[in-house]
């Protein structure tokens, strides 16, 4: 059963800006794009770099360990050496809440 978890405010993460977050033993990196709250599971599944510290482009985080690229609304795995996608999580706004859903 999952669990929404309250991990952050909107004023902690201006557009452009990104924070870890942590809720229920998960590293949880949020991206705002343009006002979107997005959350991706922060570590790489090549070798568990802080994707939360890698270089934003657009919607793509690229890990600052080895390079593999996420999509950051979707959790797509764009660009080796990581072959597999990373979770995401659903987020909504309740106020100045960000709230994400826990699995």
């Known amino acids: 059963m999952s669990e929404s978890i309250k991990v952050a405010k909107t004023t902690e993460l201006a557009p452009g800006q990104r924070k870890l977050v942590r809720a229920k033993g998960h590293q949880i990196a949020l991206f705002n794009l343009e006002g979107a709250i997005y959350a991706i599971d ?50 909504h706004i309740e106020g100045n809440d960000i709230i994400i859903k826990i699995p």
């Open 42 to 91: 922060n570590i790489c599944p090549h070798s568990t770099g802080p994707l939360v510290e890698g270089r934003l482009f657009g919607t793509t985080v690229t890990c600052p360990w080895h390079g593999a690229q996420f999509n950051v609304t979707n959790g797509q795995c764009l660009n080796g050496p990581a072959t597999k996608d990373v979770t995401t999580y659903s987020v």
